[in-house]
């Protein structure tokens, strides 16, 4: 069984930084495309960053220059650095894992949604204040 489970939620000033990380566990032979999404109240849940088993990654343009989605393999945890929040920014990040492209991620991120990804964690909220 895969487990998935977020950390380093918080509350910062507009400019401020945060760093999420996320534990991937369970069947040691998956390989996985891993993305951030986020919800913010009101609106649907959406794919922000990416990266798959080569490293290769992808950005919602409104986080691009800002965010990065990094991995470290041997300890299986995935980390999205957030650097110059904004308020806009304000919303529950979740980390995501699907293994069915074999550790490749298919289609445009903008355009993912629930039903792209079969692993999810229990949100960790980030708050952004003016």
């Known amino acids: 069984e895969v487990q998935v489970a977020e950390a380093g939620g918080g509350s910062v000033q507009a400019g401020g930084s945060l760093r999420l990380s996320c534990s991937v566990s369970?069947?040691?032979?998956?390989?996985?495309?891993l993305a951030w999404f986020r919800q913010a109240p009101g609106k649907e849940r959406r794919a922000v960053a990416s990266?798959?088993?080569?490293?290769?990654?992808t950005y919602t343009d409104s986080v691009k220059g800002r965010f990065t989605i990094s991995k470290d393999i041997a300890k299986s945890t995935l980390y999205l650095q957030m650097d110059n929040l904004k308020p806009d920014d304000t919303a529950m990040y979740y980390c995501?894992?699907?293994?069915?492209?074999?550790?490749?991620?298919?289609?445009?991120?903008?355009?993912?949604?629930?039903?792209?990804?079969?692993?999810w964690g229990q949100g960790t909220q980030v708050t952004v204040s003016s």
């Open positions: 995501a894992a699907d293994d069915g492209g074999i550790g490749y991620c298919f289609g445009a991120l903008d355009l993912w949604d629930n039903s792209d990804f079969g692993h």
């Open positions: 990266i798959d088993i080569d490293g290769g990654t």
């Open positions: 369970g069947d040691s032979g998956s390989k996985f495309c």
